[in-house]
């Protein structure tokens, strides 16, 4: 009961205050859903809804499927520690420091990716123009994050009997069918929980593109307008509305997860039974 109380306390604190108008931190009046109004109107809202959702599809996309290479590999590679310690590598350094360490690599000087990807401009801006600072986003977390996609599949991998691979591969079946009709499905409820975190973590992204492009360029997510509103023109109402509307988003996109899994973990009872 406590840990319901401490988990719904500051939803339901701020869905109370954006109900109201605030003068920066001083309240006005109650104002019903005016700033729910406002805000899905606003250019900005959806400008970073954009920035949210191009960032969440694209680094989650990337990360499943080099996370499943990289899980692939791990897991033939029982017993050689080192590989597995050089794939994690990326995942246990500080998101800030990754971050700050791509914003050096994607900047014009000293320009170490213009100098080493062929075909790229020594002069090329990653960082200052509009639409490419988000690719350099979605690089910098792939980079960060696809070795902890890997890491919730390796278990998954791990629970697949040997047996079942040993048996179609005397029935003849190649090594593609074997991943197509044995290890996809049998892998699908890790799957679905790694894109369950990686969904809800990716939704509510701040540090990447705060440290990296300052929100520029098209790069602002919705955990950066919230902060907008909350540190650099202060309005409580704005704020509480812009964090509980990402809440719902973040909220929903869980929701739905958590209901294909379970779904998937019946279906799967039920062919065991």
Same mark, same amino acid.
């Given at each position: 009961?406590?840990?319901?109380?401490?988990?719904?306390?500051?939803?339901?604190?701020?869905?109370?205050?954006?109900?109201?108008?605030?003068?920066?931190?001083?309240?006005?009046?109650?104002?019903?859903?005016?700033?729910?109004?406002?805000?899905?109107?606003?250019?900005?809202?959806?400008?970073?809804?954009?920035?949210?959702?191009?960032?969440?599809?694209?680094?989650?996309?990337?990360?499943?499927?080099?996370?499943?290479?990289?899980?692939?590999?791990?897991?033939?590679?029982?017993?050689?520690?080192?590989?597995?310690?050089?794939?994690?590598?990326?995942?246990?350094?500080?998101?800030?420091?990754?971050?700050?360490?791509?914003?050096?690599?994607?900047?014009?000087?000293?320009?170490?990716?213009?100098?080493?990807?062929?075909?790229?401009?020594?002069?090329?801006?990653?960082?200052?123009?509009?639409?490419?600072?988000? +690719?350099?986003?979605?690089?910098?977390?792939?980079?960060?994050?696809?070795?902890?996609?890997?890491?919730?599949?390796?278990?998954?991998?791990?629970? +697949?009997?040997?047996?079942?691979?040993?048996?179609?591969?005397?029935?003849?079946?190649?090594?593609?069918?074997?991943?197509?009709? +044995?290890?996809?499905?049998?892998?699908?409820?890790?799957?679905?929980?790694?894109?369950?975190?990686?969904?809800?973590?990716?939704?509510?992204?701040?540090?990447?593109?705060?440290?990296?492009?300052?929100?520029?360029?098209?790069?602002?997510?919705?955990?950066?307008?919230?902060?907008?509103?909350?540190?650099?023109?202060?309005?409580?109402?704005?704020?509480?509305?812009?964090?509980?509307?990402?809440?719902?988003?973040?909220?929903?996109?869980?929701?739905?997860?958590?209901?294909?899994?379970?779904?998937?973990?019946?279906?799967?009872?039920?062919?065991?039974?």
């Amino acid at each position: 009961m406590t840990l319901v109380l401490v988990t719904l306390f500051p939803i339901l604190y701020a869905l109370a205050m954006s109900l109201y108008a605030y003068d920066g931190e001083h309240r006005q009046g109650f104002a019903g859903l005016a700033n729910y109004g406002r805000q899905l109107t606003s250019g900005d809202f959806w400008q970073a809804v954009n920035a949210t959702l191009v960032f969440t599809v694209c680094s989650v996309a990337l990360e499943l499927l080099i996370g499943l290479g990289f899980a692939l590999i791990m897991n033939r590679a029982s017993g050689r520690t080192w590989i597995r310690s050089a794939i994690l590598v990326p995942w246990v350094i500080p998101t800030v420091i990754s971050a700050q360490v791509w914003a050096f690599m994607f900047n014009i000087i000293p320009g170490f990716i213009n100098h080493y990807v062929p075909l790229v401009p020594q002069d090329f801006s990653w960082l200052g123009q509009r639409f490419v600072p988000m +690719i350099a986003i979605v690089i910098a977390d792939v980079w960060k994050t696809a070795p902890f996609v890997a890491l919730l599949l390796l278990t998954g991998l791990q629970t +697949i009997p040997q047996e079942l691979h040993d048996s179609a591969r005397i029935d003849g079946a190649s090594a593609w069918q074997r991943f197509r009709h +044995i290890t996809v499905p049998l892998l699908k409820p890790s799957i679905l929980v790694a894109l369950l975190f990686r969904t809800v973590d990716a939704l509510r992204v701040y540090d990447l593109p705060k440290i990296m492009t300052n929100g520029s360029f098209g790069t602002e997510t919705l955990s950066m307008l919230v902060r907008r509103f909350v540190v650099e023109t202060p309005n409580t109402g704005i704020a509480s509305t812009l964090s509980t509307l990402t809440f719902v988003l973040v909220f929903g996109a869980g929701l739905l997860f958590v209901s294909v899994l379970g779904r998937d973990l019946a279906a799967g009872a039920q062919v065991r039974r």
